[in-house]
Structures are given as structure tokens and as C-alpha cells.
């Protein structure tokens, strides 16, 4: 017998209830509502908690809707995070009890003194909420379509709804505004990806492994029915996973095969663009928050839906360290405040002179807080550094090869590749924004997965690295491309990010080279005179070369640079397709370059 099914077996002896029980209290300033039913239009009831203030009123509404359950104290969930935020920014723990903090979502006892109304919804098939899980499905969307309809019309609510939240309470956003709720006045996606295919399964048609491991770590965990395996609340001792004890097999039919499902479609067909934002469609106010760090999920789109995004009125932000600290910090805190107090209470306050970029612009030891009016900025004097066979270097100008001479480097078609390097640098120099690498490649199978690493090294050769999202060894930039993926998307491709269709394959002919380009995603880093920026051209993931960063309670994986963004899955990567050798080709029309956003000294 299973531990889980003994446990269904004890709770039946014991004669656990098997039904929801909304319930009230007040307790630390606010009036709280546990478990509150929401109906969707398919008949399944989703649970919400409600907190707001005492005081009788209309307030406007903070909603999340995800799978990391409602009542599961961030401390419990996630300990080693919450240890170093708390540790490294006493900011965020002053002023709260810390017993309503959950992952990635407000803190009610930080909001609602500022008369607000929090809710949280546990997803479909998640927490206290029954159903089937299928991640960002339709589904999904419309469920959280119905609950922000819901939120606007009860009887302590203004009418105004506003969406915030940390990653998948943040992507989700993109999602439900596509449908347009009446009721939605303003969003705030917090490092929220975007685009299914490109941002977050399958990076430049790689496959990353990423979302199959998350599903085993952050959701299984907390699947409706799972019993204490989910934990009990810290307020109120109540099974955060419902009052239902499920067995295995009934848990298993209850959620999608979600791994097995990605693997089933490499290409951009239906299934990932149901996943996806239309853009055209998200027209409501917001506010989209990247992180320079989370290169594999958390920065591309948010600047992507920054850009192309119909909203007229739209803010972008970017910042650096963990993914859900600067969330939590006064200074998240209260620009996420300045925003919403504007659009949900219709404040008079300062946010309508906030100018629509702000950038926490990154240095080797600190961040330095800048405006500015558009993305990519206007002033980017996009440098093309060509690179030279010769002795590995980056070049502002093309090497004399001797006319048509051509030559190649080759490497192991997943191994560490060939790194090239700029001369010391004579002055010191910004590189915010997109990048864009055009490369010259032929293989000795019929694909090859091609890495790019964006790097900094000091004057004596050490890498120059930065806390990210996650690991702590991140590297400057990274972009994946995939050679039978090349086909570009003529309309939507800019010469700084190349955007690739990915709805058919083009096998390679053993030994002919073909053009690629490749996007690196949005960076910013001042590199100090005498540094170097360099490139690697792998075959693999990047691996830090100074050691490990450890582990984190909800991932898998030991951080060695990439995180939990990693793109290992043999299935994937067929020795017999991707194990060949690779070679870059220089020489007649081959002139192959990285073309960095160098940004020239601000006019004052």
C-alpha cells in the first residue's frame, strides 16, 4: 500500500471532511474570507481567499489566479528562497506578520492597508480548487477570465480589477488579457515569459527541459488531493490541498501528461500559440517588469510585450538579482503601488509623469537607476564585432583573409566549443539591449544545436558573473538556435532580434554551410575599460567554470549556470543527429558577427 492511499485510508477512519468550508475571520487588520467558491461557466467551483479592509467599502481588487496553492506559506514552499531574501533584504519581512506571504504573490497585510482588496485563486486541478491541470490551456484562460469578472461585481468591490504576480501569475496575464475582461483595469507582469514556443519550451527549437521538472517539483506538490503532502496552512491548519484525500491514480488522471505534451509538439503549431498571447488584443494598462538575470524564462517577454503590445498606455521596468525579491522590496513594492493606486483608485499621484522605461542598468558591482523614453533605447549605436578565426578575436571590422580565402573552425557538436574575445577595451562601455549573432555553419549529420554565450572577462581572464534570476553564476546573455529552425520570419525579424518561424524543419547537408541568425535576449552591462566582452559558440549549455551554486528546495538540478533552463533531454538530441562536428566557416561571403546595442553617455 502506498503512503498516500494509507492516508486516504486514515482519513476516512478518522472521518475527515470531504467538502469545502467557507469561512470568515478577522484577524491582523483585515477581514478575511477562506475558500470563497467562484462558479465557471462549466459548472466546477475554483476556491479563492479573499482579504480586504475592515472598514465596509468598495475597493479595487489585486488578483492572481495559479497552481502553487493559495494557502502554502512561502516559508514552507520555498525555504531556501525565502531564507536569503529575508536574510538580504530585511525590507521585506518589516511591517508583516509574514504568515499571508505566499510564492510569488502580494503580501495582503502590505496591500490592504492601502485599501485594497486581495484575492487569490487556486487554478484548476491546484490547492483547494478540483479539476484537471493543463497548464496556460484555454481552459485555464477562461477560468481566470471568469474569476476577474467575478472579483468586479462583488458587493466590496469597486468594479476595478487589477492583476499582479511573480512568473506564472504573470505570464498567465498576457494570456486572460487577450480575451479582453471588462472588469480588468491594469496588470503588472512581474517577469512573466510570454510567447509558449519561444520563451519558454523550446529556445531557439531546443527543447528545455525546465517545464517537466518544474511540474514534478511545484505542482504535483500541490495538486488538489494530495493531502499533506501539500502542507497545512501556518493561519488556519487546513490542508492546502483541499479537504479531499486522492490516491495515486486519481491523481494521475487529473492532471495532463504535461512533459509529454511539450515533447509532443517541436514546432510553433496550435498547441503553443493557444498558449500564447495575441497581442494585437492586449489593450489594458500595464505595467511589464523583466529581469536581467533570468536569461531562459523571465526577460524576454517582458520586453516583447512591451513592444509589441497594443496597450496605449504601457510601462517597462528592468532589474537584476533573484526573480522574487525585487517583487517583495520597498522598491518593487512601491512603484507596483504608484501604478495601481493610479489606475484601480484613480489616485492623482505622480505615476502619469512616470516615463515609460526604467532600467536598474547594470555594473560590475552595483545597479544604477536610469529613465529613459523608449526599448530598444533610440541612442543604440548597434556594433557589429566580426569574428576572426585567426586567433579566436572580436573585431570591430572584418579580418584580412586574404580576399576569398575561407577557412573553418570546427568542434564537437556538443561539446564546450570556441570562445572569441575583444581586445581589452580602451574606454568603458554600455551594452543595453537585444543582440544579435550571424553565423556562417555546416555539420557532419543533418542538424546542429548551436549555444551563444554573451560574456565579460576582467583584464587577468576571470568570467565576470551576476546573481540572476536563479543561479548564481549567470552569464551576460545567452541565445539558442537550432540550424534546421533557421527560417526567419521576414515580417516580425529586426537586425537585432532575428524571429524565427519554427513551423518547419530544414535538415542540413552534411558538410554545407548555411547562414544563421541567432537572438541573444535583452541585456545590460557596463563593461569597465580594460575588460573584454567575449562570445562562446557551443554545443551545449553554458557550465560555470568556477564551480557550483548549489541547489535550490524546488528544483532539480545543481545550479552550474543555466539554472533550471537546461536543454539535456536526449530524446531531444539524438546522438546519431546532434553528436557530429561542427564548423563555423569564415572567408568570401562568410563575414560572420555579433552586433551588440552599445549606448553612448546620455545627453543631459
Not at 532589474?319 to 513594492?333: K, M, N, S, V
Request: proline share 7%; charged share 25%; glycine share 10%.
Amino acid at each position: 500500500m502506498s503512503s498516500l492511499e494509507g492516508e486516504v485510508r486514515m482519513a476516512e477512519a478518522a472521518g475527515d471532511r470531504k467538502t469545502h468550508r467557507p469561512r470568515s475571520e478577522t484577524r491582523d487588520d483585515m477581514r478575511i474570507n477562506w475558500d470563497v467558491p467562484i462558479t465557471m461557466d462549466d459548472g466546477l467551483v475554483l476556491r479563492a481567499d479573499v482579504f480586504r479592509p475592515i472598514a465596509e467599502g468598495r475597493y479595487p481588487v489585486i488578483l492572481s489566479y495559479g497552481p502553487y496553492s493559495k494557502g502554502l506559506a512561502f516559508q514552507d514552499g520555498y525555504p531556501t528562497a525565502w531564507a536569503r531574501m529575508a536574510e538580504k533584504h530585511p525590507d521585506v519581512t518589516t511591517g508583516s506578520s509574514n504568515l499571508y506571504q505566499s510564492w510569488e504573490v502580494v503580501d495582503p497585510e502590505k496591500w490592504v492597508p492601502h485599501e485594497y482588496a486581495c484575492v487569490r485563486v487556486d487554478s484548476r486541478g491546484a490547492g483547494c480548487s478540483p479539476g484537471v491541470i493543463d497548464h496556460f490551456a484555454p481552459r485555464e484562460t477562461k477560468d481566470f477570465y471568469d474569476c476577474i469578472e467575478w472579483a468586479g461585481v462583488q458587493p466590496w468591490s469597486n468594479g476595478k480589477v487589477g492583476l499582479n504576480g511573480i512568473s506564472y501569475y504573470g505570464i498567465n496575464q498576457w494570456h486572460v488579457a487577450s480575451l479582453q475582461p471588462p472588469h480588468l483595469a491594469a496588470m503588472c507582469i512581474w517577469e512573466g515569459a510570454a510567447d509558449w514556443y519561444r520563451d519558454m519550451t523550446h529556445h531557439g527549437g531546443i527543447l528545455c527541459t525546465f517545464w517537466e521538472n518544474w511540474y514534478d517539483m511545484q505542482v504535483k506538490t500541490v495538486q488538489y488531493g494530495a493531502g499533506e503532502r501539500g502542507k497545512r496552512s501556518r493561519v488556519h491548519g487546513e490542508l492546502v490541498c483541499g479537504p479531499e484525500i486522492l490516491a495515486e491514480p486519481e491523481l494521475t488522471k487529473n492532471r495532463s501528461d504535461f512533459g509529454a505534451d511539450i515533447f509532443a509538439h517541436p514546432l510553433d503549431d496550435a498547441y503553443h500559440r493557444a498558449r500564447s498571447p495575441v497581442w494585437s488584443k492586449v489593450k489594458v494598462p500595464f505595467l511589464s517588469a523583466a529581469n536581467w538575470g533570468g536569461q531562459g524564462l523571465h526577460p524576454r517577454g517582458n520586453f516583447e510585450g512591451f513592444v509589441r503590445a497594443a496597450s496605449k498606455q504601457k510601462w517597462l521596468e528592468a532589474h537584476g538579482i533573484e526573480h522574487w525579491t525585487h517583487f517583495y522590496t520597498d522598491y518593487g513594492r512601491t512603484l507596483q503601488l504608484r501604478f495601481f493606486d493610479h489606475f484601480l483608485h484613480g489616485k492623482d499621484n505622480d505615476w502619469e509623469k512616470q516615463p515609460p522605461v526604467q532600467l536598474q542598468v547594470r555594473r560590475v558591482d552595483r545597479f544604477v537607476e536610469r529613465t529613459e523614453r523608449e526599448w530598444p533605447l533610440r541612442r543604440t549605436k548597434w556594433t557589429r564585432f566580426y569574428l576572426d578565426p585567426a586567433n579566436c578575436s572580436l573585431d570591430a571590422w572584418p579580418a584580412k583573409m586574404g580576399g576569398t580565402k575561407r577557412r573553418t573552425i570546427h568542434f564537437d557538436a556538443m561539446g564546450d566549443g570556441v570562445t572569441f574575445l575583444t581586445p581589452p577595451l580602451a574606454e568603458e562601455t554600455e551594452i543595453t539591449g537585444p543582440s544579435a549573432l550571424k553565423l556562417y555553419v555546416s555539420s557532419s549529420t543533418a542538424d546542429a544545436d548551436i549555444f551563444a554565450v554573451l560574456r565579460v572577462f576582467t583584464p587577468d581572464l576571470k568570467e565576470v558573473v551576476f546573481q540572476g534570476a536563479i543561479d548564481p553564476h549567470t552569464p551576460i546573455g545567452q541565445g539558442w538556435l537550432r540550424a534546421s529552425h533557421r527560417q526567419l520570419d521576414r515580417k516580425l525579424s529586426k537586425p537585432y532580434r532575428p524571429y524565427h518561424t519554427h513551423t518547419r524543419k530544414q535538415p542540413l547537408k552534411p558538410g554545407q554551410a548555411v547562414p544563421l541568425e541567432i537572438e541573444i535576449w535583452p541585456t545590460s552591462i557596463v563593461v569597465p575599460r580594460g575588460y573584454r566582452i567575449g562570445l562562446s559558440v557551443r554545443g551545449r549549455d553554458y557550465i560555470y567554470p568556477g564551480g557550483s551554486g548549489g541547489r535550490q528546495s524546488n528544483f532539480k538540478n545543481e545550479l552550474t549556470g543555466c539554472g533550471p533552463f537546461l536543454h539535456d533531454d536526449p530524446r531531444d538530441r539524438p546522438a546519431a543527429i546532434f553528436g557530429g562536428i561542427t564548423e563555423l566557416h569564415f572567408g568570401g561571403a562568410a563575414r560572420p558577427y555579433l552586433l551588440l546595442p552599445v549606448i553612448p553617455e546620455k545627453k543631459k
